[in-house]
């Protein structure tokens, strides 16, 4: 089965600066690459997907990156606010659409005022 | 957008009691629906697939016989934990997909908080 691995475990930003997760997959029939925030106590949101005909997305502050050849995909968040402290999720997934959905281990982002 | 819901958000049982979760997909039919579970501190793990109208797929090492799933309907999927034990304290979150054909996207509940005592 699919394995995902992501680093680092937890990151500290200073506001302003930006802020790198590292994820790599291990299945390579899987196509569709997603990134959660999540809050305490709350469910996962969609923060950005990126799928495998394309090596990189970007929408304002967050951009994610994908190397299928490397098996691996990186979420950006430039010019970090208070309120981009959270729990940051990476999954992959085959592209059917009801394939089920391994998630990476979990960055918790701190960033600093 | 498409919206999950669950329901109760919040249950504390005595251990040995079985707790029922209900999870519901309020605007579009999820012929699909995922379980997870997430402890403290941790990543969600994927418990089992339920399917309308035929058996779950469980996950390696999740007992099916403790984890009842029942996808009755286009919209409805419960999650049964029976005999509950303190070690099944945990946060329970359904996910089901949603969107144009290929591109479906998971659409998560709000989380059910477990606690046995």
């Known amino acids: 089965g699919e394995n995902v691995e992501q680093h680092p475990s937890t990151l500290s930003v200073q506001e302003g600066d930006s802020a790198v997760i590292k994820c790599t997959y291990s299945d390579s029939a899987s196509n569709y690459f997603p990134w959660y925030k999540q809050e305490l106590g709350k469910r996962p949101q969609l923060i950005i997907d990126?799928?495998?005909?394309?090596g990189e997305k970007k929408d304002q502050r967050i951009a994610v990156t994908l190397n299928k050849t490397a098996k691996h995909f990186s979420l950006h968040i430039t010019e970090t606010q208070p309120e981009d402290s959270a729990v940051y999720f990476c999954a992959a997934r085959g592209n059917f659409g009801n394939e089920k959905l391994t998630f990476g281990t979990g960055t918790r982002l701190t960033i600093i005022p | 957008g498409a919206v999950v819901s669950q329901h109760p958000s919040r249950v504390i049982c005595k251990s040995g009691t079985s707790v029922k979760i209900e999870c519901r997909s309020l605007d579009f039919q999820a012929t699909t629906m995922f379980w997870y579970r997430q402890f403290p501190k941790q990543s969600l793990m994927l418990m089992a697939t339920?399917?309308?109208?035929?058996?779950?797929?469980?996950e390696q090492g999740v007992e099916k016989d403790k984890f009842l799933i029942n996808h009755a309907s286009l919209t409805l999927s419960t999650l049964t934990v029976t005999s509950a034990h303190p070690e099944d304290s945990s946060f329970y979150i359904c996910s089901a997909p949603f969107g144009a054909s290929g591109y479906n996207e998971q659409f998560f509940g709000p989380g059910t908080r477990l606690t046995v005592l």
């Open positions: 339920s399917n309308e109208g035929s058996k779950a797929t469980y």
């Open positions: 990126i799928r495998s005909n394309v």
